[in-house]
């Protein structure tokens, strides 16, 4: 056992001269705790390879997973909230904005995006957990209307990735608005004959869920998302009563009848394509 026991004595590294690994490069899996390696996970499109876990992800990773050789056109980037109640908590609403904009380099909490998808023409646009917990703000409805007005125009397919904590608080009344809004606007593009595929990530909860991410031509969700409109525990101390096991899970509510089917993450791009192909001929 020689090559284990150390035969030099006092050997040691200068603090400068010491390697550090780079940020980024490593995550945890939240479900296993086992660590990953961004290149590994990257390649297994955010989803642990040691238990499936789907990691949450935002708007550039979802593009990047969707759209062939990660091309597309970003539509309607430059729109950002104001403050039409000068909302103040623990601070103004305008700083909470700015130092989320600096935070994750997003203008609010939804980006979308015209590309292909296997060859398939789809605009996609796709929520941000990173903003704000993903809260519907006005931002985040005119850019879905816009969006729907665009699919329309082009009679190209429209994906919506719901991944939100429900109505944005600070907006008040003009969030709840956005609910109706963006529901109107579906009925056109349902009108139109244009396809509506909603996708129900993790979470999907509140306003969102009670508006557009249930509207869907097909509602699909990834495995074990959290989706429903309150919480676990808010229902738990609201009914005074356990819950069944796996509550609000995107597998107990698929059993229930709210969603058409789960998607792998892996297989996404598949499916979405083959939906598209199906109704287009």
Same mark, same amino acid.
């Given at each position: 056992m020689a090559w284990f026991k150390r035969e =030099?004595?006092?050997?040691?590294?200068?603090?400068?001269? $010491?390697?550090?690994?780079?940020?980024?490069?490593?995550? =945890?899996?939240?479900n296993c705790k086992k660590a990953l390696h961004s290149a590994d996970l990257i390649e297994n499109k955010y989803v642990c390879h040691y238990c499936d876990y789907h990691l949450r992800v935002g708007s550039a990773e979802y593009f990047q997973v969707l759209f062939d050789n990660n091309e597309f056109t970003e539509l309607f980037p430059n729109l950002t909230s104001g403050d039409p109640l000068k909302f103040t908590d623990t601070k103004p609403y305008t700083d909470r904005l700015v130092d989320s904009m600096a935070k994750t380099g997003l203008k609010d909490a939804i980006r979308a995006a015209h590309g292909k998808v296997d060859g398939e023409e789809l605009v996609v646009a796709c929520m941000d957990f990173n903003f704000i917990g993903g809260s519907m703000g006005s931002v985040?409805?005119?850019?879905?209307?816009?969006?729907?007005?665009?699919?329309?125009?082009?009679?190209?397919?429209?994906?919506?990735?719901? $991944?939100?904590?429900?109505?944005?608080?600070?907006?008040?009344?003009?969030?709840?608005?956005?609910m109706? =809004?963006?529901?109107?606007?579906?009925?056109l593009l349902s009108q139109a004959k244009v396809p509506y595929i909603s996708l129900l990530t993790d979470p999907t909860t509140g306003g969102v869920t009670a508006s557009y991410a249930m509207l869907g031509d097909i509602n699909i969700a990834e495995p074990g998302a959290l989706i429903g409109f309150a919480g676990p525990r808010v229902i738990k101390e609201t009914i005074k009563k356990d819950l069944p096991k796996g509550f609000q899970t995107s597998e107990f509510v698929q059993e229930h009848g709210f969603l058409d089917f789960i998607v792998d993450r892996r297989a996404m791009k598949s499916k979405i394509a083959a939906f598209l192909k199906m109704m287009r001929n």
């Open positions: =030099k004595k006092g050997i040691s590294t200068l603090t400068e001269e $010491k390697k550090e690994a780079p940020d980024g490069l490593w995550n =945890k899996c939240p985040v409805g005119e850019k879905i209307a816009r969006s729907i007005d665009y699919s329309i125009k082009h009679k190209v397919p429209f994906l919506m990735i719901s $991944k939100s904590g429900g109505a944005r608080m600070m907006e008040a009344a003009f969030s709840l608005m956005q109706a =809004k963006t529901s109107a606007k579906l009925a």
